[in-house]
């Protein structure tokens, strides 16, 4: 399984940012994917995720602001990141996830620094 995120950088506080997460080596469209962040001394968290069959959900911390879709497709997931915070610097990961919710396979993670 390989996941291949891109699309952070740096942005100042309001601003928007569209992460995607290339996928191979499973069948996509029968994998729930998820976005997690970690921010510098902190634990990793899930921060949106969408299950094979598109039921969505968000942590509390990101919900009105933040939109996470799927490309069955194209094997891709996208977080769609509006009215950035400075609180959501963080490097972001995707992840493939079996249906508990378990985490399968990462991505390598993608920096994205909001300045105030």
């Known amino acids: 399984v390989q996941l291949q995120a891109c699309g952070g950088g740096l942005v100042q506080a309001g601003g928007s940012l569209r992460l995607s997460c290339a996928a191979s080596?499973?069948?996509?469209?029968?994998?729930?994917m998820a976005w997690y962040r970690q921010a510098p001394g902190k634990q990793r968290e899930a921060v949106a995720r969408?299950?094979?069959?598109?039921?969505?959900g968000y942590a509390d911390s990101v919900k009105g602001r933040f939109t996470i879709s799927r490309d069955n497709a194209k094997n891709t997931v996208y977080l769609q990141m509006n009215s950035l915070k400075p609180e959501d610097t963080a490097v972001y990961y995707c992840?493939?996830?079996?249906?508990?919710?378990?985490?399968?396979?990462w991505g390598q993670g993608t920096l994205v620094t909001v300045s105030s």
């Open positions: 992840a493939a996830e079996f249906s508990s919710g378990t985490p399968r396979a």
């Open positions: 080596g499973i069948i996509f469209s029968r994998n729930d």
């Open positions: 969408i299950t094979s069959g598109s039921i969505i």
